[in-house]
């Protein structure tokens, strides 16, 4: 059995970045050396943002962004386009198609994919709410932003289906060669589905 050579307080530090997404225990080790070794510059104002965040950081109940109002800032931007809505799995969608900047729109996060196997139904989601938003008019584009994995197809079929018979048109992001990449390197779903989803020149 290995010696313990910090007290009780470090190890909780430890095994708490262990849990952060991309942290193993030995990169949580580091991890928490290295917030130590700096505690005035790195560990204080760490453990200050993360307290106000605790305290401050709510769930949008319009559309499911994390943000320290509700409505978030994305739902209350008026120089956004509020008749088109991008549909994404998770907030860390929501802000990765932020950075990219392509299209100014509204969100809504569904906090995960459909997954019989794992137990996750329509009322495990936040699909209810987009389809209030929907009925409830001025929508005029649904542009449905999951990852293409075959829970994110089953999400997208089961969305579209309940949403069928609404003038709202549906769209799905396309799915192929990324820039700059080379065929020879890209699997057969990607070419296929590269291919179908050819366009003109």
Same mark, same amino acid.
């Given at each position: 059995?290995?010696?313990?050579?910090?007290?009780?307080?470090?190890?909780?530090?430890?095994?708490l970045?262990?849990?952060?997404?991309? &942290?193993?225990p030995?990169s +949580?080790?580091? %991890? !928490?050396? /290295?917030?130590?070794?700096?505690?005035?510059?790195? @560990?204080?104002?760490?453990?200050?943002?993360?307290?106000?965040?605790?305290?401050?950081?709510?769930?949008?109940?319009?559309?499911?962004?994390?943000?320290?109002?509700?409505?978030?800032?994305?739902c209350?931007?008026?120089?956004?386009?509020?008749s088109?809505?991008?549909?994404?799995?998770?907030?860390?969608?929501?802000?990765? &198609?932020?950075?990219?900047? +392509?299209?100014? %729109? !509204?969100y /809504?996060?569904l906090?995960?994919?459909?997954?019989? @196997?794992?137990?996750?139904?329509?009322?495990?989601?936040?699909?209810?709410?987009?389809?209030?938003?929907?009925?409830?008019?001025?929508?005029?584009?649904?542009?449905i932003?999951?990852?293409?994995?075959?829970?994110?197809?089953?999400?997208?079929?089961?969305?579209?289906?309940?949403l069928?018979?609404?003038?709202?048109?549906?769209?799905?992001?396309?799915?192929?060669?990324?820039?700059?990449?080379?065929?020879?390197?890209?699997?057969?779903?990607? @070419?296929?589905?590269?291919?179908?989803?050819?366009?003109?020149i």
């Open positions: 059995m290995a010696k313990r050579v910090t007290g009780p307080e470090i190890e909780k530090l430890i095994q970045l262990a849990k952060v997404p991309g &942290l193993g030995r +949580a080790r580091r %991890a !928490a050396l /290295h917030l130590i070794k700096k505690k005035d510059q790195l @560990l204080g104002p760490l453990s200050n943002a993360m307290g106000e965040a605790y305290d401050k950081v709510k769930i949008c109940s319009h559309c499911g962004n994390v943000d320290t109002v509700d409505p978030c800032t994305v209350t931007d008026e120089r956004r386009d509020q088109v809505i991008i549909v994404v799995e998770d907030v860390s969608d929501l802000w990765a &198609l932020e950075r990219a900047g +392509a299209l100014n %729109a !509204a /809504h996060v906090g995960g994919t459909l997954s019989p @196997l794992d137990g996750v139904g329509p009322d495990d989601l936040n699909i209810r709410g987009l389809i209030e938003r929907v009925t409830a008019g001025g929508i005029r584009e649904l542009i932003a999951v990852n293409a994995t075959v829970e994110g197809q089953t999400t997208a079929h089961y969305i579209t289906d309940q069928s018979g609404l003038d709202v048109k549906i769209t799905r992001l396309a799915h192929g060669v990324p820039v700059g990449g080379e065929l020879d390197y890209l699997d057969e779903g990607t @070419l296929q589905a590269a291919l179908r989803a050819r366009t003109a």
